[in-house]
């Protein structure tokens, strides 16, 4: 996917987030079972961030 902007892709991320744990997704945490998705359970990887990682705090902090 080729965003047209950090603020953009930075937003579509957080909405992914935000989306599947209101749906109420579940993770299979190994040993114990399927259990409903978390914060805890995404990871954001970039290569080279750079100070687009300055736009990715702000839109998540602006989420909650």
């Known amino acids: ?3 047209i902007t ?3 892709e930075a ?6 987030i935000l989306n599947t744990i ?7 945490d190994g040993n114990q079972g399927l259990r409903k998705a978390e914060f805890k359970d995404f ?5 080279s961030p750079g ?6 705090v702000e839109v998540f902090k602006s989420r909650g």
């Open 22 to 28: 209101k749906k109420d997704a579940f993770i299979d």
């Open 1 to 3: 996917i080729q965003f």
């Open 43 to 47: 990871a954001l990887l970039m290569r």
């Open 6 to 8: 950090n603020e953009y």
């Open 51 to 56: 100070s687009r990682i300055n736009t990715f």
């Open 11 to 16: 937003n579509y991320v957080a909405d992914y």
